[in-house]
């Protein structure tokens, strides 16, 4: 599904050159359920975000389904993003004047899809992620958690191969995060997407099947569970 290949991602700050990611290789197989832990600073959500075509590496590959996406357009990579990947954010990114149907419809607009089958898709992903009854509902009518909600179904409702988040329970109450992370594992089981946080959330982790854990730009660790479920740290 997703393979970096020494992957090496430079800033310059003034003068100063910082190294985010320092030859970083890790590989993740479709439907995987993955958290890339770490503290501030270790390089996880810049390997987030080359990962899903927001950035680019200094040095190194990123292979995605066998494709290299060093080596596509900017506009290939955005036909990338649009269809295979759905993305979930700590602060939700939701539009405030719009309604939850119309979050959850901003990324099938680019998509060749009849109104119709627009419409069915929004409206099966908000029940199933058990907000049929606010879907007229703006964010500031909404819970933090329902926001969240409205963030996810946003990121499924294409159907993409992936999700990448970052960071998704930062501002939740450690309550609805385990609700929101107990849906994300639900749909993960359910559509087979492949998951991929970034986090420095014990909780997440918790949840997580798998943990690449990374420190100065380094993988330092790789962790599958034997077996899955929250607060399973065999």
Partial sequence: MVETINLYKDYKVG???????RGVSVKIEAAEFTAIAGPSGSGKTTLLNIIGCLDVPTKGDV?????????????????????????????FNLIPVLTAYENVEIPLILLDMTQDKKRENIISILEEVGLGEYINRRPNEMSGGQQQRVAIARALVKNPSMVLADEPTANLDSTTAKEILGLMKELNEKHKTTFIFSTHDQLVMDYAQRIIRLRDGKVVADKTKKSEGPGDSS
């Fill in 15 to 21: 003068k100063v050159l910082f190294p985010a990611l």
């Fill in 63 to 91: 292979l995605i389904n066998g494709t290299n996406t060093n080596k596509l357009s900017s506009k290939e990579k955005a036909t990338l993003r649009k269809n295979e990947i759905g993305f979930v954010f700590q602060t």
